[in-house]
C-alpha cells in the first residue's frame, strides 16, 4: 500500500483544488468537504499512477466533477434537484442577499468584489449554479451540460442567463465593471430623485447594503 | 408574450453577450476556495482505518497481487463449474423425469384455480345480493381509504425530505 508521506504533501498540493471544484458544484461547504475526501480516497488507491502523472490535476477536477453530479442526482433526485430542474416557472428563480463589505465603500478592495462574487455565486439555487460553474469553469458547451445533466437545451440557455442575470448585480458592485455593463444597460440602472445616474452604483449600492 | 420566448429574446442581446463576457472574465479570476483546515486530517485518519483494516475489508483492487490472481482464478473456476453441473442437471432431470408424473403435477396446479374460480363466484353473488347503495357506499370507502394511503405517505416523505434536504 502507498506510503502515507509523500501522499500527504500531494493532498496539500491539491486540496483546495479539489475542493472549489466541489463547493462550485454543491453550494455546500459541508457536503463539499465529503466529496473532497471520497477523491483523495479515490486518488490514494491509485496514487502511484497518479504521482507520476502530468494530468493529475485534470483527473483530480474530473472525478471531483463527476462525484458532485452523481452526489446530486442521487440524493436529491426525487426531492429538490430534479424538481429544480424541471421546474419552468420562469419567475423560480430567487433573490439572494449580498452581504456587505467588510471595509468601507471607497476603500472597497478588489478581494472584497471576488468574496462577494465567490457567495453569490454559491449562493444561487443549484440548477442555475450547476450548469453556470459547468459552462464558465469547465468550458462545457451548451450541448454538452444539457446531455450531462439529461435536460433540454432550451433549459441548460434558460438557467445559465437567469444564473448571469443574478449575478449581474454583483458584477456592477465594482466600479469598472459598472461603468462597462453600464455601456449598454443605461435602462436598467437606478437614478435619484432628479433623475441624475449617480457617480458610483458601487456607492449607490453601499447606501443600501450597508 | 411568454417568460421563455422574453429570455430566448434576451439572451442574443449585445447586453447579454457583454455580460457572459465579463462574467466568464470575472468568474476565472475567482482565487480557488481554501480547503477547510480539517480535510487533510480526515482524509489521513480515513487512509490510516483503511490500512489497519484487514485486507478482505478493502476493495478487492487493493488486496495482494497473488491473492487477487488466486480469487480471479478461483471465481473463473467456479462460473465454468456451475455453468457444467447445470448442464448435468438439466440432463439428469430430463433423463429421469416421466411425462405421467409431470401431468399429475400440472393437475394438481390446475385444482387450485378451481378453488380461486369458486371463491370468485361467490364474490360475485355476494356483491350482487346487496342493495345498489350499499354497494356504491363500499366503493367509496375503499377509495377514500386508498386516497387516505396516498396523502399520508406523501406527507411524511415531504416532512422526511425537508428534515434530510432542506433547500439552499
Known amino acids: 500500500m502507498t506510503d502515507p508521506g509523500p501522499f500527504e504533501a500531494f493532498l496539500r498540493d491539491y486540496q483546495n483544488l479539489v475542493f472549489t471544484t466541489a463547493v462550485r458544484l454543491l453550494g455546500r461547504p459541508e457536503e463539499a468537504q465529503d466529496i473532497a475526501q471520497e477523491v483523495f480516497l479515490k486518488a490514494y488507491e491509485r496514487f502511484d499512477q497518479l504521482s507520476q502523472s502530468p494530468t493529475v490535476g485534470g483527473w483530480l477536477k474530473t472525478v471531483t466533477t463527476n462525484l458532485c453530479l452523481n452526489h446530486l442526482s442521487r440524493y436529491r433526485a426525487r426531492l429538490s434537484f430534479f424538481t429544480d430542474f424541471f421546474s419552468d416557472d420562469p419567475d423560480s428563480s430567487r433573490e439572494f442577499e449580498i452581504e456587505a463589505p467588510d471595509t468601507a465603500c471607497q476603500q472597497a478592495q478588489e478581494a472584497d468584489f471576488k468574496r462577494l462574487l465567490e457567495q453569490a455565486l454559491q449562493k444561487l439555487p443549484t440548477r442555475q449554479r450547476v450548469p453556470l460553474v459547468l459552462y464558465h469553469f469547465d468550458e462545457l458547451s451548451y450541448e454538452e451540460i444539457a446531455a450531462r445533466l439529461k435536460i433540454s437545451l432550451s433549459k441548460v440557455k434558460t438557467d445559465i442567463f437567469r444564473a448571469r442575470e443574478a449575478l449581474r448585480k454583483v458584477l456592477r458592485l465594482l466600479p469598472g465593471l459598472d461603468d462597462e455593463l453600464a455601456d449598454r444597460d443605461l435602462d436598467q440602472e437606478p437614478r435619484d430623485i432628479q433623475g441624475q445616474k449617480p457617480t458610483s452604483l458601487w456607492q449607490d449600492r453601499c447606501l443600501f447594503i450597508t | ?168
Open chain 2, 1 to 168: 408574450m411568454s417568460g421563455h420566448s422574453q429570455i430566448f429574446m434576451k439572451q442574443d442581446s449585445p447586453s447579454s453577450k457583454r455580460l457572459e463576457t465579463i462574467l466568464h472574465r470575472e468568474l476565472r479570476k475567482l482565487p480557488p476556495v481554501e480547503a477547510p483546515s480539517s480535510l487533510i486530517a480526515d482524509v489521513m485518519t480515513a487512509i490510516q482505518a483503511r490500512r489497519q483494516a484487514a485486507w478482505w475489508r478493502r476493495p478487492w483492487l487493493s488486496w495482494p497481487a497473488p491473492i487477487r490472481a488466486l480469487t480471479l482464478c478461483l471465481g473463473l473456476l467456479f462460473t465454468s463449474g456451475a455453468f457444467y453441473t447445470l448442464g448435468i442437471a438439466r440432463t439428469f432431470v430430463l433423463e429421469r423425469i416421466e411425462p405421467n408424473a409431470l401431468a399429475n403435477r400440472i393437475e394438481s396446479l390446475l385444482s387450485l384455480g378451481h378453488v380461486f374460480e369458486t371463491l370468485g363466484r361467490a364474490f360475485l353473488l355476494t356483491l350482487q345480493s346487496m342493495d345498489q347503495p350499499v354497494w356504491i357506499a363500499c366503493l367509496c370507502v375503499i377509495a377514500l381509504m386508498y386516497a387516505a394511503c396516498i396523502a399520508l405517505s406523501s406527507a411524511a416523505l415531504q416532512v422526511i425530505a425537508k428534515r434530510r434536504f432542506p433547500r439552499n
